[in-house]
């Protein structure tokens, strides 16, 4: 549906040149919603606003529906209005002075799609999927943050785009209601079945609508997967973080294929790691870890000895900070087990070699 193609764009500010997106190649899928992860700054935005055609990029190429909508090589750069590209922004940006039924005709209208403003029904079907039928005649200023949103998606969806663009839309969102419209876009993308990329930096978010998503950093696509694929094998350090291995430990060679906690109480740890690196890191989640009992002898997996610094009581369980070495580790306790500790006390951990991510 969409191909994007050696995608450079760079900004001068300042004197200074930012590679704001910097050789990023992907494509979705018809029916495919793929979401980029990264934290901001990572060029997320820029991305959609090259596809969009609001950005005009210095190189590579864009082919929506086979047709090449940009190409820096030959010069192709379709104005926003002929890409058919349906968008939904962060900030709902609805036009203050409109009702909401002029809202959501409005890309009728830039578009020029007469027939259907005439008819009224593609307002109607897109307000009925995002349920705000029955304030169609109310002004934005008279809505909830959660409806002007919907009331955006509405917007998005109205013109029948090739394709929809969603940047951050459930950012000003309070919890619940963050929630509430991440459901229904779940639901809207399951049976309108419409293609797009969705920018989040949530992995949550990412995880719940995302078929497959893209980690970008620093303007570059760093892995593309599956939700499965990335949270199971995520390539890179960079990757592990974003799908919570925050934990990481250092190792070091300890002699004859052994490794040594570096800085820790020196037990060996058995990794091949085909002696092809002199240092491993280890990432893991803090839900994967054990709390094991002074005795345990018979552990398949890596065993650390350390005190409590902190604990955090968030209802399920407890975030426990544990010092073991010269590492910091988080690590959720059940909410039995966490009561009986506090700071200073000496607590035995475990983690399963399958449960971490080894990186050289
Ligand atoms: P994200 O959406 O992931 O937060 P952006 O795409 O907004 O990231 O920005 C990527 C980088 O490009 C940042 O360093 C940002 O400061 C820079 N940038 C974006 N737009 C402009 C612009 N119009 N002028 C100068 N720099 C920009
Ligand atoms: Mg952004």
Redesign the pocket.
Same mark, same amino acid.
Request: a negative charge.
């Given at each position: 549906m969409l191909a994007v193609e050696g995608l450079e764009k760079s900004?001068?500010?300042k004197g200074d040149v $930012?590679r704001? $997106?910097d050789d990023v190649t992907f494509d979705v899928a018809d029916g495919e919603l793929l979401v980029l992860l990264?934290?901001?700054?990572?060029?997320? =935005? =820029? $991305?959609l606003?090259c596809i969009a055609g609001h950005?005009t990029a210095q190189g590579g190429s864009i082919r929506l529906a086979g047709e090449p909508v940009f190409d820096a090589a030959r010069g192709v750069d379709l104005p926003p209005e002929r890409r058919r590209i349906g968008m939904v922004f962060q900030n709902y940006a609805l036009w203050p002075h409109l009702t909401v039924q002029r809202n959501i005709e409005f890309p009728l209208r830039a578009q020029k799609m007469k027939a259907e403003l005439a008819a009224g029904d593609a307002v109607q079907q897109a307000a009925g999927l995002v349920d705000c039928v029955p304030y169609l005649q109310r002004f934005p200023s008279e809505l909830s943050g959660g409806q002007q949103q919907r009331v955006a998606l509405a917007r998005g969806l109205v013109a029948g785009p090739r394709f929809m663009l969603f940047?951050e839309p459930l950012s000003n969102l309070d919890a619940l209601l963050r929630a509430q419209v991440r459901h229904d876009l779940h639901e809207l993308h399951r049976t309108v079945g419409f293609s797009g990329i969705y920018?989040t930096?949530d992995q949550s978010e990412a995880f719940a609508l995302g078929d497959r998503l893209a980690i970008?950093r620093a303007?570059r696509v760093e892995q593309i997967g599956t939700p499965q694929e990335i949270y199971g094998r995520p390539l890179t350090e960079y990757a592990a973080n974003f799908v919570g291995l925050s934990n990481r430990l250092e190792l070091e060679p300890g002699g004859a294929g052994a490794w040594t906690l570096r800085g820790g109480p020196g037990r060996e740890v058995p990794v091949d790691a085909g002696g092809a690196c002199d240092a491993l890191t280890l990432r893991f989640r803090p839900h994967d870890v054990d709390l094991l009992p002074g005795t345990t002898t018979d552990y398949d997996g890596l065993v650390l000895e350390g005190r409590v610094a902190d604990s955090v009581y968030e209802g399920r369980h407890y975030d426990v900070s544990v010092t073991a070495g010269s590492a910091t580790l988080n690590v959720h306790v059940a909410a039995a087990e966490g009561a009986r500790l506090g700071p200073g006390d000496p607590v035995r951990i475990g983690l399963r070699w399958h449960d971490g991510s080894w990186f050289g």
């Amino acid at each position: 549906m969409l191909a994007v193609e050696g995608l450079e764009k760079s900004f001068s500010a300042k004197g200074d040149v $930012v590679r704001a $997106v910097d050789d990023v190649t992907f494509d979705v899928a018809d029916g495919e919603l793929l979401v980029l992860l990264g934290p901001s700054g990572c060029g997320k =935005t =820029t $991305v959609l606003r090259c596809i969009a055609g609001h950005e005009t990029a210095q190189g590579g190429s864009i082919r929506l529906a086979g047709e090449p909508v940009f190409d820096a090589a030959r010069g192709v750069d379709l104005p926003p209005e002929r890409r058919r590209i349906g968008m939904v922004f962060q900030n709902y940006a609805l036009w203050p002075h409109l009702t909401v039924q002029r809202n959501i005709e409005f890309p009728l209208r830039a578009q020029k799609m007469k027939a259907e403003l005439a008819a009224g029904d593609a307002v109607q079907q897109a307000a009925g999927l995002v349920d705000c039928v029955p304030y169609l005649q109310r002004f934005p200023s008279e809505l909830s943050g959660g409806q002007q949103q919907r009331v955006a998606l509405a917007r998005g969806l109205v013109a029948g785009p090739r394709f929809m663009l969603f940047d951050e839309p459930l950012s000003n969102l309070d919890a619940l209601l963050r929630a509430q419209v991440r459901h229904d876009l779940h639901e809207l993308h399951r049976t309108v079945g419409f293609s797009g990329i969705y920018v989040t930096h949530d992995q949550s978010e990412a995880f719940a609508l995302g078929d497959r998503l893209a980690i970008m950093r620093a303007g570059r696509v760093e892995q593309i997967g599956t939700p499965q694929e990335i949270y199971g094998r995520p390539l890179t350090e960079y990757a592990a973080n974003f799908v919570g291995l925050s934990n990481r430990l250092e190792l070091e060679p300890g002699g004859a294929g052994a490794w040594t906690l570096r800085g820790g109480p020196g037990r060996e740890v058995p990794v091949d790691a085909g002696g092809a690196c002199d240092a491993l890191t280890l990432r893991f989640r803090p839900h994967d870890v054990d709390l094991l009992p002074g005795t345990t002898t018979d552990y398949d997996g890596l065993v650390l000895e350390g005190r409590v610094a902190d604990s955090v009581y968030e209802g399920r369980h407890y975030d426990v900070s544990v010092t073991a070495g010269s590492a910091t580790l988080n690590v959720h306790v059940a909410a039995a087990e966490g009561a009986r500790l506090g700071p200073g006390d000496p607590v035995r951990i475990g983690l399963r070699w399958h449960d971490g991510s080894w990186f050289g």
